[in-house]
């Protein structure tokens, strides 16, 4: 059973940077391509950020690009996204998830394994 914890939210002014963790327990994941998504209140669920099992791919939605980065360390099983250049609008719940291919992948249903999430407040 593939399990994934994230950390590393909390509250941050607008212009700041945060930086979150996602562990993946249960198998190795150096195979499988990781995501991020985010979900906010009256919103659907957003792709943020993905990346393909070797780590030298990846893809970010428009909203992020230039200012978050996705990266993964095969060794500690861990995926990062770091957040910088924060704004208000990125205020959400933020989600890893864990896909069962290797390829980099923006459709949350093409992943079959989710994190609980963890909260991100942006100030302004």
């Known amino acids: 059973q593939v399990q994934l914890a994230e950390s590393g939210g909390g509250l941050v002014q607008a212009g700041g940077s945060l930086k979150l963790s996602c562990k993946v327990s249960?198998?190795?994941?150096?195979?499988?391509?990781m995501g991020w998504f985010r979900h906010s209140p009256g919103n659907d669920l957003e792709f943020v950020a993905s990346i393909n099992g070797r780590g030298d791919g990846a893809s970010y939605a428009d909203s992020v690009k230039g200012r978050f980065t996705i990266s993964r360390d095969n060794g500690k099983n861990t995926l990062y996204l770091q957040m910088n250049m924060m704004s208000p609008e990125d205020t959400a719940v933020y989600y890893c998830?864990?896909?069962?291919?290797?390829?980099?992948?923006?459709?949350?249903?093409?992943?079959?394994?989710w994190g609980q999430g963890t909260k991100v407040t942006v100030s302004s």
């Open positions: 998830a864990f896909a069962q291919g290797e390829q980099s992948r923006t459709n949350d249903m093409d992943y079959d394994y």
């Open positions: 249960g198998r190795s994941f150096s195979k499988n391509a």
